[in-house]
């Protein structure tokens, strides 16, 4: 194998390190990208990208890729395995429709140039089993958002007003769960839903603790940007799937605003199109996703992503269980209740968008106006996989940003309720190829603090992607279908240096690294010990067996704060 | 008219979808149609002997076929004839066409099909006419006979069709069934679990869920699910 790769005449697109659509070479060595100078006398091999775009590989920075949920969603719908995807030559057996195993999810986002994704639920009493399957997913590197907005530890230190001891926890936490950040799912929502109820709004109380959802997050916040942790708090807000939901939505990113942070957000929204509705029942909802973007283009410390619904199968999987039985209700299709103890819960429910159901092509519509209306530098493109569809339609949403005619299109062949209820045929924005390529790699990797991941400047890692598309050449206003048959397969796919897409084909199998921070030597540990040794009485578990050793992993990335 | 003998007793199953379209292809063609032998892609012929006499759109299986499985699967017209035994999934989604099978028929037979008849001179296994695991609709068309005995789960999620059995059958029939006739002429177990619609007609003893209720010439239920589906005595 060759150490070094010398990646000739390609066309780069480099967004953080200024470069648009450049003739260049990169070069490679030991993982790397490297200097010219690092490869001579080397062994190189020399990989000819010419009128090729080179990219940085893609990083999903939401997505549900391993853990209780997919799997309980792989149980309970059988007819998604009978798919068998011939993308893996000589490696393992992929199967799955959406709800991939977890062998083709690897698989597929290697085929697809993307190089990185994050499992974004962990729950922490399943994190062995979320490592587990993430160590059962080749070809990426990966990490894990454990969810803290429900867990009874947090209502007690935010109850109290004790910060320090918070941080603690979280510190605690993240390292017994291998967990990368702090993820927060309907904060409040989940606890009151072990009574049958859910908060409708910031400043409802939480049963039996005397915390509200809005104390829950800024405390959070806090918690997190004093520990300086490499991503911010990452929300699923209240009143998800709930016509009106957008004023809360607006309210919970306007949380963001007494705090700010040098390098990044302080506040990640996740797929926003899900909490973006206006109106007050399901026959008068409308899209909120104007008034959104406004709100987070106005502030210069929150981001999102978008949550785009895919036509056709998905399964919704969230840790949000009292939505997760609405939508049961709502659709009369299966469901399946998670408990996760004292931390919280999740539901599964299988979903079909169909393009002419009003609501889920105005769903459609409002993921693609947040697309579209928010700053690029500030909205990620996800499609919060499996709930919004396959991840593989990334490139559909990719070219849908950069062509007008493209959504014109679309737009005849979905429901006329969008018409009115949404903005989107009034948008006239095509996003650039530049702004595309940074919402799929850049802006990701900055949002969550991995310095070496998603661009191609010097001691980044070689995680690169190369697709048959010139960008000299390209109109990607008019040629919205060569854009989406180029970025659905990568001529080349590298990770780490190594060449695991050739052609679009699968031609070498890789383990990545799981990225885990550790915050432990921030705090005094010894603080919380009481509290843990008290609280672990709640659990069906002893305090000294919860939670995964670092060497149960299999290529675990320590990162220490 | 093609006649296809097994050329050995086969160790693993095969996978083979056979239909009639098959007969209106020259001999040497229907030689390289590709089968699973366990987990290897084979030619037919690898495995059968294949004459064809005629033009007529007709499959003769002549042998026993019950490690092969799903014969006829999605066929749509024309005719297959089993001398013998067939294995699982037999019949299974077919819009059209007839299989007569001599001997007994594997689990799954006839799932979800859509039209066309089936007709079995021996057993029938599990699952006749049923929805395969995770899918909203059985049988939704067509006629499935029995002229022995079936296994558990008879017609579950049934939406359309009729299945009728000339002698005892297991329990779970027409479970979740949404249309369609259900004719058993022996013995049953459980009968109309969470049934919906559609009627089912027994000649012999059975046992009906509870959350049925009795009216004059037959019960209604299941009550559990509002359902409106009618079992009565044959
Ligand atoms: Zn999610």
Same mark, same amino acid.
């Given at each position: 194998?060759?150490?070094?790769?010398?990646?000739?005449?390609?066309?780069?697109?480099?967004?953080?390190?200024?470069?648009?659509?450049?003739?260049?070479?990169? !070069?490679?060595?030991?993982?790397?990208?490297?200097?010219?100078?690092?490869?001579?006398?080397?062994?190189?091999?020399?990989?000819?990208?010419?009128?090729?775009?080179?990219?940085?590989?893609?990083?999903?920075?939401?997505?549900?890729?391993?853990?209780?949920?997919?799997?309980?969603?792989?149980?309970?719908?059988?007819?998604?395995?009978?798919?068998?995807?011939?993308?893996?030559?000589? !490696?393992?057996?992929?199967?799955?429709? /959406?709800?991939?195993?977890?062998?083709?999810?690897?698989?597929?986002?290697?085929?697809?140039?993307?190089?990185?994704?994050?499992?974004?639920?962990?729950?922490?009493?399943?994190?062995?089993?979320?490592?587990?399957?993430?160590?059962?997913?080749?070809?990426?590197?990966?990490?894990?958002?454990?969810?803290?907005?429900?867990?009874?530890?947090?209502?007690?230190?935010?109850?109290?007003?004790?910060?320090?001891?918070?941080?603690?926890?979280?510190?605690?936490?993240?390292?017994?769960?291998?967990?990368?950040?702090?993820?927060?799912?309907?904060?409040?929502?989940?606890?009151?839903?072990?009574?049958?109820?859910?908060?409708?709004?910031?400043?409802?109380?939480?049963?039996?603790?005397?915390?509200?959802?809005?104390?829950?997050?800024?405390?959070?916040?806090?918690?997190?940007?004093?520990?300086?942790?490499?991503?911010?708090?990452?929300?699923?807000?209240?009143?998800?799937?709930?016509?009106?939901?957008?004023?809360?939505?607006?309210?919970?990113?306007?949380?963001?605003?007494?705090?700010?942070?040098?390098?990044?957000?302080?506040l990640h929204v996740t797929h926003v199109q899900f909490?973006?509705?206006?109106?007050?029942?399901?026959?008068?909802?409308?899209?909120?996703?104007?008034?959104?973007?406004?709100?987070?283009?106005?502030?210069?410390?929150?981001?999102?992503?978008?949550?785009?619904?895919?036509?056709?199968?998905?399964?919704?999987?969230?840790?949000?269980?009292?939505?997760?039985?609405?939508?049961?209700?709502?659709?009369?299709?299966?469901?399946?209740?998670?408990?996760?103890?004292?931390?919280?819960?999740?539901?599964?429910?299988?979903?079909?968008?169909?393009?002419?159901?009003?609501?889920?092509?105005?769903?459609?519509?409002?993921?693609?106006?947040?697309?579209?209306?928010?700053?690029?530098?500030?909205?990620?493109?996800?499609?919060?996989?499996?709930?919004?569809?396959?991840?593989?339609?990334?490139?559909?949403?990719?070219?849908?940003?950069?062509?007008?005619?493209?959504?014109?299109?679309?737009l005849e062949k979905v429901s006329p309720y969008v018409?009115?209820?949404?903005?989107?045929?009034?948008?006239?924005?095509?996003?650039?190829?530049?702004?595309?390529?940074?919402?799929?790699?850049?802006?990701?990797?900055?949002?969550?603090?991995?310095?070496?991941?998603?661009?191609?400047?010097?001691?980044?890692?070689?995680?690169?992607?190369?697709?048959?598309?010139?960008?000299?050449?390209?109109?990607?206003?008019?040629?919205?279908?060569?854009?989406?048959?180029?970025?659905?397969?990568?001529?080349?796919?590298?990770?780490?240096?190594?060449?695991?897409?050739?052609?679009?084909?699968?031609?070498?199998?890789?383990?990545?690294?799981?990225?885990? /921070?550790?915050?432990?030597?921030?705090?005094?540990?010894?603080?919380?010990?009481?509290?843990?040794?008290?609280?672990?009485?709640?659990?069906?578990?002893?305090?000294?067996?919860?939670?995964?050793?670092?060497?149960?992993?299999?290529?675990?990335?320590?990162? /220490?704060? | 008219?093609?006649?296809?003998?097994?050329?050995?007793?086969?160790?693993?199953?095969?996978?083979?979808?056979?239909?009639?379209?098959?007969?209106?292809?020259?001999? &040497?063609?229907?030689?390289?149609?590709?089968?699973?032998?366990?987990?290897?892609?084979?030619?037919?012929?690898?495995?059968?002997?294949?004459?064809?006499?005629?033009?007529?759109?007709?499959?003769?299986?002549?042998?026993?076929?019950?490690?092969?499985?799903?014969?006829?699967?999605?066929?749509?017209?024309?005719?297959?004839?089993?001398?013998?035994?067939?294995?699982?999934?037999?019949?299974?989604?077919?819009?059209?066409?007839?299989?007569?099978?001599?001997? %007994?028929?594997?689990?799954?037979?006839?799932?979800?099909?859509? %039209?066309? &008849?089936?007709?079995?001179?021996?057993?029938?296994?599990?699952?006749?006419?049923?929805?395969?695991?995770?899918?909203? $609709?059985?049988?939704?068309?067509?006629?499935?006979? +029995?002229?022995?005995?079936?296994?558990?789960?008879?017609? &579950?999620?049934?939406?359309?069709?009729?299945?009728? +059995?000339?002698?005892?059958?297991?329990?779970?029939?027409? $479970?979740?069934?949404?249309?369609?006739? +259900? +004719?058993?002429?022996?013995?049953?177990?459980?009968?109309?679990?969470?049934?919906?619609?559609?009627?089912?007609?027994?000649?012999?003893?059975?046992?009906?869920?509870?959350?049925?209720?009795?009216?004059?010439?037959?019960?209604?239920? %299941?009550?559990?699910?509002?359902?409106?589906?009618?079992?009565?005595?044959?």
């Open positions: 194998m060759h150490h070094a790769l010398h990646i000739k005449n390609g066309i780069v697109i480099d967004p953080k390190n200024g470069v648009k659509a450049e003739k260049m070479d990169i !070069f490679v060595k030991d993982g790397k990208i490297v200097e010219e100078s690092e490869v001579k006398g080397e062994d190189v091999k020399v990989i000819d990208a010419s009128n090729k775009l080179v990219v940085a590989g893609g990083v999903d920075m939401h997505a549900h890729i391993a853990g209780s949920k997919i799997n309980t969603g792989r149980t309970m719908r059988p007819e998604e395995m009978r798919v068998v995807r011939n993308i893996a030559n000589k !490696f393992r057996a992929a199967v799955g429709r /959406v709800l991939l195993t977890s062998p083709a999810i690897g698989y597929e986002y290697a085929k697809m140039g993307y190089t990185s994704s994050f499992e974004a639920a962990q729950p922490p009493i399943g994190a062995l089993h979320t490592h587990e399957e993430l160590d059962a997913i080749p070809m990426i590197d990966k990490a894990a958002l454990p969810v803290f907005g429900n867990w009874h530890f947090v209502f007690k230190y935010v109850e109290a007003k004790d910060i320090e001891k918070l941080k603690t926890f979280i510190a605690w936490a993240l390292e017994r769960t291998k967990g990368f950040g702090v993820k927060v799912v309907n904060p409040g929502g989940v606890e009151a839903w072990m009574y049958g109820g859910n908060v409708k709004s910031l400043d409802d109380q939480v049963p039996s603790f005397n915390v509200t959802p809005r104390e829950i997050i800024t405390s959070l916040i806090k918690a997190v940007e004093e520990l300086k942790l490499n991503h911010s708090v990452h929300i699923h807000c209240n009143r998800l799937g709930v016509p009106g939901n957008y004023e809360t939505t607006i309210e919970t990113i306007k949380l963001a605003g007494g705090f700010s942070n040098d390098a990044r957000q302080v909490n973006a509705y206006a109106g007050d029942s399901w026959r008068t909802v409308s899209s909120g996703a104007e008034e959104i973007a406004k709100t987070v283009n106005s502030m210069d410390n929150v981001t999102i992503d978008m949550g785009q619904p895919i036509f056709g199968h998905a399964t919704a999987m969230t840790g949000d269980a009292p939505f997760q039985f609405t939508l049961h209700r709502l659709t009369g299709a299966r469901w399946s209740n998670k408990d996760s103890e004292v931390e919280g819960g999740a539901g599964i429910v299988p979903l079909v968008y169909l393009p002419k159901n009003p609501v889920h092509a105005l769903q459609w519509a409002i993921g693609l106006e947040l697309g579209l209306l928010i700053d690029s530098d500030k909205v990620v493109l996800t499609t919060d996989y499996p709930n919004g569809g396959p991840f593989t339609e990334y490139p559909y949403i990719m070219a849908m940003l950069m062509s007008k005619k493209m959504r014109e299109g679309e018409q009115k209820a949404s903005n989107l045929p009034a948008i006239d924005t095509e996003k650039a190829l530049e702004e595309v390529i940074h919402m799929t790699r850049s802006l990701p990797a900055r949002i969550l603090g991995l310095p070496q991941k998603g661009h191609l400047g010097v001691g980044a890692d070689a995680d690169i992607a190369i697709y048959n598309l010139n960008p000299l050449e390209i109109d990607t206003s008019n040629d919205f279908e060569k854009v989406y048959k180029a970025f659905k397969t990568a001529e080349y796919t590298i990770k780490s240096g190594r060449i695991l897409v050739k052609n679009g084909e699968l031609v070498d199998e890789h383990w990545g690294k799981t990225y885990w /921070v550790d915050a432990t030597g921030k705090v005094d540990m010894e603080a919380i010990k009481p509290d843990l040794e008290d609280y672990f009485k709640y659990y069906s578990v002893e305090l000294q067996n919860y939670g995964v050793e670092e060497r149960w992993l299999k290529k675990p990335e320590r990162i /220490v704060i | 008219m093609i006649i296809i003998k097994p050329k050995t007793e086969f160790v693993v199953t095969v996978e083979a979808e056979l239909t009639p379209d098959l007969a209106e292809k020259d001999v &040497e063609e229907i030689k390289k149609f590709k089968v699973y032998y366990g987990k290897d892609v084979v030619e037919l012929g690898e495995l059968f002997e294949v004459t064809k006499e005629g033009d007529d759109k007709r499959l003769v299986l002549d042998g026993d076929f019950s490690r092969v499985k799903w014969i006829g699967c999605r066929m749509s017209d024309g005719e297959i004839v089993v001398k013998g035994s067939v294995g699982a999934n037999c019949g299974a989604y077919m819009a059209g066409g007839k299989i007569v099978i001599e001997g %007994d028929a594997d689990d799954w037979l006839g799932a979800e099909m859509k %039209d066309g &008849e089936i007709v079995v001179k021996g057993d029938a296994a599990n699952l006749v006419g049923c929805a395969y695991y995770g899918d909203a $609709t059985g049988m939704s068309g067509g006629k499935i006979t +029995i002229e022995g005995n079936a296994g558990n789960y008879i017609g &579950e999620k049934m939406a359309g069709g009729e299945i009728e +059995i000339k002698g005892n059958a297991g329990d779970f029939i027409g $479970t979740e069934m949404k249309g369609g006739t +259900i +004719i058993i002429h022996g013995n049953c177990g459980f009968v109309g679990g969470d049934m919906k619609a559609g009627e089912i007609k027994i000649g012999g003893e059975f046992e009906l869920v509870p959350t049925f209720v009795k009216q004059e010439d037959a019960w209604v239920g %299941d009550v559990n699910v509002k359902g409106e589906g009618v079992v009565r005595k044959l």
